[in-house]
């Protein structure tokens, strides 16, 4: 432990009064000799005893100058008799050898100093504390605003406008002895009937200052059970150490809410229990009204001063100056969609001083969206059904030559591995302890790794009277999206992960990627044809309805729509590229020989008894998951699909020689050495993504949207049931298969089948019939087609009402379609898992899945993220500047800010974050009408390569869309990253700073892209710099400015994060911050740019900004922020941390200090 010299000094040579006692002691003291020290001898001196500090003076008097002090605590103290010189010694000693010999002249002198001594140490005094506060508590109840609200089961209600504000200050605080000012706090208690007192709020510290003007101010709510006559008592302490929040009481002034309220504006004494007054408290009391009746208030950038009817038009003063009488404050109104979708709200209000004398309403705003577990639990689903698709078609393939058999059960394993880990992870999010919220102390759980970490809505909103101008100012923040349970591995994250499985230069890799490429083209075509299949039955039901309504125009309308739908279906089918995947590995037989006490077979059953858990439940429940680890240590993808060990010999007899957990694949089979991606790899980052979302060989009638809701009539379990004509594709041929392999002989087929067969194995006879019976497929459907649109013109040149018998007659056709559109996918579908068979690597196929479902992880928090940042953002800006950005199709732009250093585990989650970002400009987001019903939460449908969020907005904003075209977008994020810790020291002075430079380059020219489109669509107001109302730069300026500081190659560049934050704000754009946790950083930034909005928008004043970051930063929502993260009010830094720190981004001393992130 370390002491200050000159504070302990001056602490030893206070007054008496000051001390507990104090007196002459005897103290032998070692003598150093010239080999050893010696024990000495007796010498007086003067002992003084304060706390648990026992100081001792040079000589035996008062006056001395001090020169040592013993700490007391965890020592044992030993009593001796009397001495041969008249002395009654004793001894301090220590478990580690230490040892203190004093003395004293008398018995009952040194019976007074071992009480005190034993008295002295912290362990005591603090039991004597807490026995105090228990004591007190049983007479006079007292309790904190938020446990009452716990225990009582009030919710806080962000729309609720309060009884009043209270705004205090004090004035004549008497000093202590030596005239040095106290440093105050004051604490409002308000008292409730049978003697309970509860913590209402406190103000902030304001450090050695007589006359303090407090600037947190407190809201009283009739929803806490308060009325005009609840009693208010405000006390005012004396912190005298701020690192443990020790402080005394002055004095209090006790009054009635009733009072405040009508006088407005009181000066009170403050008085001690003995009636003296040791100062003066002003109260400045508000009634309040909202801001705007109806939706948020809108805020754009110099437009956003609203008019306000019920406001009286004055300068309305500073709260040191007397108020108009009857003037009521503005309160903002946050809306009904904010309120469905965000919970467990924590707000906290100041009152700052602007330039022009008067005063800035702030009130700050911390929630939780309700999005936190269900969109990554819809995700889930999706990845889910996907997985299951696989492994259905890889099960319909039938009867194959014997080292396809093996591949296909490596493969099925692969698939099942991925489905008990995401119905895992899904059913782990549903029975999660806190449904909205995920605490930076379980981002290490890999149970919950597909939500984000410590996701929070932090706005602000602002009011200043003067300058008439009012708006809301939101910031997302949220944990790095990265695979937080893969801490240990040093992969570089997703974005080395994916650039070696691209990497051109790796022939295995070029060879897999090829593949891949191939692979994933046929999925395209299946799921083109299935969509078209969907549509076209659509249409059918749509013509239907208009020949029941007599409306024949549109009928044929419909009708051309239709045969171009059918036309391009026809030709994504080719025959011949079907016939000859099926060729290669063998065509399936008819007849089953199954062996019910073959291994294999059996190991398949079992299989497929799995997956028939998956039918008709959603929520997993049923599914034996029990295999899947949540240990922080392993990742849960640790089993192969819990097979019989037989099947698990099989495998490891085909290749699969040990059951390693998918995260060790990346330390073994994937090595990743590249920094960045190259130029020309950039632009294929998202092409599992991306691949589906343009397809070349589809019209433009084929590319309306896609239900994934509609009945899926493709399903193979559904099609193998529904006709006979292709048995050849059961299961049970798929048993008969496999019951015939001799695994002796497994290993040898492998290495035989290591290069691509050649087809030659099925003679061309057989092959000729099986390429004509393919292309029947193909004209039975156009047969059906035509047939159907024949009896359909029909009706239509009758033009006469529909009876029962039409009615059937066009449901027979319709039906007749979808049976052979049915038949055509699923052969296409065949062909998608035969070709996988040939092409697709097993190893390969194993690295593939740790990669995707890493990928999935960080890209399912980024979603959450983007989908929380979008309610907000529907709800607080403008409905014009929302439907002109929408109309536009320019979409909102998303700004994230990272403060990740490249250092250690955090270059890892830097990697994986910049993948995650780049993916989200893939999803398509639809606007929906809430209507009135309650479900607000937003929606995920659509297949993992063509996601669809529905977002719901009001009615009046859902109504401006007169073409509900423009009701879809995208967004475009840009991801900017600028370490700002002692770690982002170190990985600049290594060098590994050169991949964050790239990519802020890159995210540069997307967002010059981005604001060229801007411009067009929002001209520059070149008068905006002359208005007074403004003290913001112009976005051209503020552009150039952006791109000069990215290219900067200077150490923790934070200008860059500063004016990408003020470019996204001028453009309507999104805010997004995080960090590691977003917590302590994260706070840090938050409470910067929210200080530098009210510097910079309301015109706050210069000599206030640093006391208003300050007052943020100590008793703000980011302060309860990391409570509710670690259980301690502390920001995790330790001195060394915050010395490296950037001076803005420090916190106030007393408020950081923990250790736990």
């Not at 299961?731 to 087929?749: F, N, P, Q, T």
């Not at 301690?1128 to 916190?1147: H, I």
Request: hydrophobic share 35%; aromatic share 8%.
């Amino acid at each position: 432990m370390r002491f200050n010299k000159l504070e302990l000094a001056a602490l030893a040579s206070q007054t008496s009064q000051s001390f507990d006692r104090e007196g002459v002691l005897l103290f032998k003291e070692k003598q150093d000799g010239f080999f050893r020290r010696s024990e000495g001898y007796f010498c007086v001196r003067w002992f003084r005893l304060r706390g648990n500090l026992l100081f001792y003076l040079k000589g035996p008097g008062p006056w001395q100058e001090p020169v040592g002090v013993i700490v007391l605590g965890q020592h044992k103290v030993k009593e001796q008799p009397l001495d041969e010189n008249g002395y009654w010694p004793f001894q301090l000693i220590w478990d580690n050898g230490i040892c203190y010999k004093l003395a004293t002249f008398h018995e009952a002198e040194r019976t007074l100093w071992l009480k005190a001594i034993q008295k002295a140490p912290y362990t005591v005094v603090n039991s004597q504390i807490v026995a105090l506060k228990e004591k007190l508590n049983k007479i006079r109840a007292t309790t904190d605003i938020t446990t009452y609200r716990l225990q009582k089961g009030i919710v806080l209600d962000m729309n609720e406008v309060p009884l009043c504000e209270l705004a205090l200050s004090c004035d004549n605080l008497l000093c202590d002895t030596h005239g040095r000012p106290p440093s105050p706090v004051i604490v409002v208690y308000v008292k409730y009937s049978k003697g309970l007192c509860i913590k209402y709020g406190t103000t902030e510290i304001v450090g050695t200052c007589s006359n303090p003007c407090f600037s947190k101010t407190v809201l009283f709510r009739a929803s806490d059970g308060l009325s005009r006559e609840t009693v208010v008592r405000i006390v005012v302490y004396d912190v005298k150490e701020r690192v443990s929040e020790t402080a005394v009481p002055m004095g209090s002034s006790t009054l009635k809410l009733s009072t405040i309220q009508e006088a407005q504006r009181l000066r009170v004494a403050l008085m001690t229990r003995d009636n003296k007054t040791v100062g003066f408290v002003t109260v400045n009391g508000w009634s309040l009204e909202p801001s705007y009746i109806g939706t948020s208030p809108s805020h754009t950038n110099d437009k956003n001063c609203i008019d306000i009817p019920q406001k009286i038009l004055c300068h309305r003063r500073s709260q040191s100056l007397p108020p108009r009488l009857g003037l009521k404050l503005k309160f903002p109104s946050y809306g009904s969609l904010l309120k469905q979708n965000f919970v467990n709200s924590h707000q906290v209000t100041y009152r700052f001083h602007s330039g022009l004398g008067g005063d800035i309403t702030v009130h700050e705003i911390m929630a939780e969206p309700k999005l936190c577990y269900q969109i990554p639990m819809q995700l889930l689903d999706i990845y889910i059904q996907r997985e299951k698709e696989l492994l259905e078609e890889l099960l319909s393939v039938g009867d194959i030559f014997g080292h396809w058999r093996v591949k296909r059960i490596e493969l099925a394993s692969t698939h099942m591995a991925l489905l008990q880990h995401y119905c895992h992870s899904k059913q782990c999010l549903h029975q999660a302890e806190n449904a909205y919220f995920k605490a930076s102390s379980k981002k290490d759980d890999s149970s919950l790794e597909f939500a984000p970490v410590n996701l929070h809505l932090q706005r602000m909103w602002v009011y200043n009277d003067t300058l008439n101008k009012t708006g809301f100012h939101d910031v997302i923040t949220a944990g790095a999206f990265a695979a937080h349970t893969h801490k240990a591995e040093r992969t570089g994250g997703l974005i080395r992960l994916v650039q070696q499985v691209k990497d051109i230069t790796n022939t295995k890799a070029a060879l897999n990627f090829a593949a891949a490429n191939k692979i994933q083209a046929e999925y395209d075509n299946v799921v083109a044809v299935r969509r078209l299949r969907d549509e076209i039955l659509a249409d059918m039901e749509r013509i239907v309805v208009l020949l029941q309504a007599n409306q024949r125009k549109e009928v044929v309308s419909v009708i051309g729509v239709i045969k171009r739908k059918v036309k391009s279906m026809l030709a994504l089918w080719e025959p011949a590229v079907v016939e000859e995947s099926l060729a290669i590995i063998g065509w399936p037989k008819h007849h089953c020989n199954d062996d019910p006490e073959n291994q294999t077979l059996s190991a398949i059953m079992r299989l497929t008894d799995q997956l028939s858990l998956f039918d008709g439940n959603t929520d997993c429940e049923n599914f034996d998951a029990s295999s899947s680890s949540s240990s922080k240590d392993t990742s849960p993808i640790v089993d192969i699909a819990s097979f019989p060990s037989s099947s698990l010999n099989l495998v490891q007899n085909t290749g699969l020689k040990d059951k390693e957990p998918f995260k060790n694949m990346y330390e073994t089979e994937l090595r990743f050495y590249n920094d960045y991606f190259k130029s020309e790899e950039r632009s294929r980052l998202n092409h599992s993504f991306r691949s589906i979302r343009s397809p070349s060989k589809l019209s433009e009638a084929q590319n309306s949207s896609f239900d994934s809701n509609r009945p899926r009539h493709g399903s193979l379990r559904h099609d193998f049931k529904s006709t006979a004509s292709l048995e050849q594709v059961s299961y049970r041929c798929l048993m008969e298969s496999l019951s015939g392999i001799d695994k002796k002989k497994s290993a040898a087929l492998r290495n035989d089948s290591a290069s691509l067969p050649t087809i030659g194995q099925i003679d061309s006879i057989t092959r000729e019939n099986n390429l004509a019976f393919l292309k029947s497929i193909g004209t039975d459907v156009d047969a059906a087609m035509s047939l159907a649109l024949e009896g359909v013109m029909k009706y239509v040149d009758n033009n006469k009402d529909l009876t029962d018998d039409d009615l059937e007659y066009l449901k027979n056709v319709t039906e007749g379609f979808k049976v052979s559109a049915e038949l055509l996918v699923r052969w296409l579908r065949v062909s998608h898992a035969a070709l996988r068979l040939r092409c697709e690597s097993t190893s390969w196929a194993w690295e593939n899945a740790a990669l995707q479902t890493r990928r999935y992880m960080c890209f399912s928090q980024a979603l959450a993220t983007l989908t929380a940042g979008l309610l907000c953002w529907f709800c607080s800006v403008s409905c014009d500047t929302v439907v002109k950005v929408l109309r536009s199709e320019l979409g909102p732009l998303c700004g994230f800010e990272g403060l990740l250093s490249l250092y250690s585990t955090e270059k890892a989650m830097w990697g994986d974050m910049v993948v995650a970002v780049e993916d989200l400009q893939t999803v398509v987001f639809t606007l929906t009408k809430i209507g009135h019903s309650n479900m607000a939460i937003p929606q995920v449908s659509g297949t993992r390569d063509a996601l669809t969020v529905y977002i719901p907005v009001s009615d009046s904003l859902y109504s401006k869309f007169i073409n509900k075209e423009h009701l879809s977008f995208t967004i475009t994020p840009v991801f900017f990253n600028v370490g700002i810790n002692e770690k982002a020291t170190l990985a600049e002075a290594l060098g590994e700073t050169t991949p964050q430079f790239q990519s802020n380059n890159d995210n540069l020219d997307r967002l010059y892209k981005y604001y060229y489109k801007y411009n067009k669509v929002f001209p520059a107001d070149h008068m905006a710099p002359n208005r007074a109302s403004s003290r913001t730069k112009p976005l051209e300026e503020v552009m150039e400015n952006l791109r000069i500081a990215v290219h900067k190659k200077v150490p923790k560049n934070i200008e860059v994060l500063h004016l990408a934050a003020l470019a996204t704000r001028l453009m309507n754009g999104i805010r997004f911050t995080s960090c590691k946790s977003a917590k302590d950083r994260t706070g840090m930034s938050v409470t910067l740019e929210q200080c530098s909005i009210l510097a910079s928008e309301y015109h706050l004043a210069e000599h206030e900004m640093k006391k208003a970051l300050n007052i943020m930063r100590s008793e703000g929502c980011r302060r309860e922020n990391t409570f509710k993260n670690i259980g301690v009010n502390k920001y995790a830094f330790t001195k060394k941390q915050v010395m490296a720190l950037p001076e803005e981004y420090r916190p106030p001393p007393g408020t950081y200090g923990s250790t736990q992130t």
